[in-house]
């Protein structure tokens, strides 16, 4: 098993571009999450999905959309690229609750926005 | 609001020695918890978990402890190695009720481990 896995691993945008961070687990996982990661700041949810088809929004929602059409893929897009945005972005996924209850997460994503 | 929170962002150790990584929180809802060690450019991996009906799990070197009327956590590793120098992340989740779905982390304490 791959477990998650996330691309790109690197992404310089400028300012105002657009792009999707794709995520993908082979574990058939329920539940799927966006994070990012900034110094100081520890791991903040964005948005996350608790299956196929729906999503929500976390706790740093704004300025990202997120789609979740098949059960193994979790995509995050960013419509309007901000300096703000430049972060390490993590993807991760868990069984239902009622299973273990650890999110198993990828090897993140770099991102820089100039 | 921070509710999840790790007041130390280093912690410096000897190599052998017992390293105590502390994790308090104030939302009385959370009743499972869990720490994540992350390594840089990975990432994160979890690590040992402890449900509120306990006050302590052991998995060999790594123990957690629970005081629920303080709501503090804390997270021992015994004897400390040099590959245990990495970034720790508490999390907690209500498992129980609203939100059992999401974990809400810490900000990270860095071990280093001194040979």
């Known amino acids: 098993n791959a477990g998650v896995t996330q691309t790109p691993k690197f992404r310089v945008l400028k300012t105002g571009q657009s792009m999707t961070l794709l995520c993908a687990q082979d574990?058939?996982?329920?539940?799927m999450y966006w994070y990012r990661q900034d110094p100081g700041m520890g791991l903040r949810l964005i948005h996350y999905?608790?299956?196929?088809?729906?999503?929500a929004k976390g706790e740093v929602p704004d300025g990202y959309n997120v789609s979740r059409l098949k059960k193994q893929n979790f995509l995050l897009g960013l419509e309007s690229a901000a300096p703000s945005q430049t972060s390490v972005y993590f993807c991760a996924s868990r069984y239902r609750p009622g299973h273990t209850y650890e999110q198993y997460f990828g090897p993140g994503t770099r991102l820089t926005v100039t | 609001d921070q509710q999840v929170k790790q007041n130390s962002p280093s912690l410096s150790v000897q190599e052998g020695r017992i390293s105590i990584l502390n994790c308090d929180y104030t939302n009385s809802m959370f009743d499972y918890f869990l720490w994540y060690k992350k390594y840089p450019a990975e990432g994160p991996t979890f690590l040992i978990s402890?449900?509120?009906?306990?006050d302590k799990n052991e998995d060999g070197r790594f123990t957690v402890f629970l005081n629920k009327s303080a709501k503090h956590l804390s997270l021992h590793i015994v004897p400390s190695q040099p590959g245990d120098s990495a970034v720790y992340f508490c999390a907690a989740s209500a498992q129980s009720g609203f939100g059992n779905e999401k974990l809400t982390f810490g900000t990270g304490t860095r071990l280093t481990i001194i040979p």
């Open positions: 402890i449900s509120s009906i306990k």
């Open positions: 999905s608790v299956g196929e088809g729906t999503t």
């Open positions: 574990m058939n996982h329920e539940y």
